[in-house]
């Protein structure tokens, strides 16, 4: 600051090294005040009268550079829309009415000091405010919209309810103020240092706070939709009841936070630390977790329907009662996870690490389960993996991860690995439920590889035995061969029974006495040759009826063979 000779005019002068690069200097011309060399507004008085500065106030915007306002309650209405006042000093001043505000739209506040002031409902709408101080001021329901800044200093200032929309926030300084309630929309405020503070229902919708320092805030009932703010720090904040849907959080730190209750639907949490948090009853449906770190972290009745949590590490979490239906948890981690009563209907688990995870009352239906780890893993009656698994039955199914498996392969793995995991809870019905569907899924794959022979036997075998573990048809099987060895044995030459006599029958007879004494003896015969005993008093007569007797022994002995094995299966079941 320079003086100039004059004298009726104020000496005030601000010349061009004071001004920003694109302002004249200054050189005020109004009348001095009093016995000062400098006019009312230059003067360094304090409570300067507020009626005589509304009465050198222009009704139009004007230079008010360098002003010195301290310590004066503008409690009466005055505007300042349009002026200039760069470099002005405001300190302990009071700039809010009762019915009205101050208002600064447009005004060009470079430079200037606020400090330990009151701008309650201020308006500095489109105002330029760059390295302006407000620190230790109170701000609340000032509005800031569109304003310019740069540098500017809201350290420890009560912000409560302001609006702090569509500023470059980048380079100011918000330590240690209250943001309670404040509306930072579409404002950018990266490298933010916002630790340790009140933050609680404020609005950051379409915001920018990459990299900004948010540990132990609380954060709760605060709107982040479609916010950007990756690499920032949540280490300890409360988040409860916030809304982060359509936000990138992308590399951030929320470890040990609450998120309880709050909402990420949409949200691209990939790469990010969440360990020992807790994300109870949040609603999460169609976010992005890859690669995550959820150890320890509480999911209980959190809504994760169609989330991608690739790779993320989900290890002792609580994931009871949560739905993540449609989900993709590929690769990812659930290590000693209590999943009791969780929903993954139709949720992609290819790969997933399931050891000793908690599965009671769980719903698995149509999930994908290839090379799923489900070692200790446990489960119960009302565990559910559906009746069929969803490789087998949508032929547009595919394996991500290696397209050189076909779908009924994976399906028969799905099944095999589903049968290891009830047989070793003993659960025995739905181990042999899922050995059954996992020999069907092999004979479809031989049959949709024209492999004829291993399908033609694993008909067999399903229809004989019901794939090692049914009884039943090999009963039949037994009983009928030994009826048509009764039946065709007379017509084929017969049997020579004791004392020389031959049991057979012509092929086309009538009903006589001797019928049933023929069959009778047959009958014996046949059993006996089936049963591999044999007898020393009858014999086969004739040698087509010895091949046929020969052929009844060996499938006696298969059949013998499939029984004992197959009851030793059950046994052992």
Known sequence: MSEKQSDQTCLFILDQTETPDDVDEYSCNRVRWNDSAYCIWHADVSDKPISELKNHRSDTGERLD?????????????????????????????????????????????????????????????????????????????????????????????????????????????????????????????????????????????????????SNSNLSHIDFSNAVIENADFTGVNASSSCFSESSISRSDCSNADFEGSEFNNTDFTDAKASDSNFKDIRAKNATFKRTDFSKSNFKRANLSGTHLDDADLQDTNMQSAILSSGVLSFADLTKCDARSALFKKTDLENTNLTQADLRDADLQQSLLYQVILTDARVNDTTDFGTSCRYETDSDTSIRFDDSTHRLEAAAWTYRRLNDLYSTNSMADQSYRYHYKKEEAKRSYYRKKRNYIKYTISTLNRWLTRHGEGLSNIITASILVIVLGAVFYPFLGGIRGENGVIYSLEPCICIGSNIFDVLLNNLYFSLSTFSAIGSNSHAPVGLVTKYFASIQSLFGTLLTALFIFTLGRRVNR
Request: aromatic share 8%; hydrophobic share 35%.
């Open 66 to 214: 360098g002003a010195i306002i301290n310590d004066i309650d503008f409690s009466d209405e005055i505007s300042f829309t349009d002026c200039s006042l760069i470099n002005a000093q405001a300190e302990n001043s009071k700039f809010k009415g009762i019915h009205q505000r101050v208002d600064f739209r447009g005004a060009d506040l470079t430079n200037t000091v606020f400090k330990n002031s009151g701008l309650d409902r201020c308006d500095l709408s489109q105002s330029i405010i760059k390295n302006a101080d407000f620190s230790n001021s109170s701000l609340v329901n000032a509005d800031f919209t569109g304003a310019t800044t740069d540098y500017t200093d809201f350290s420890n200032a009560n912000l409560r309810k302001a609006k702090l929309c569509e500023l470059d926030l980048t380079n100011c300084k918000l330590v240690g103020s209250i943001l309670r309630e404040i509306d930072f929309t579409g404002s950018e405020a990266k490298n933010q240092k916002l630790s340790d503070l009140n933050i609680s229902d404020a609005t950051f919708v379409d915001s920018n706070l990459s990299n900004s320092d948010f």
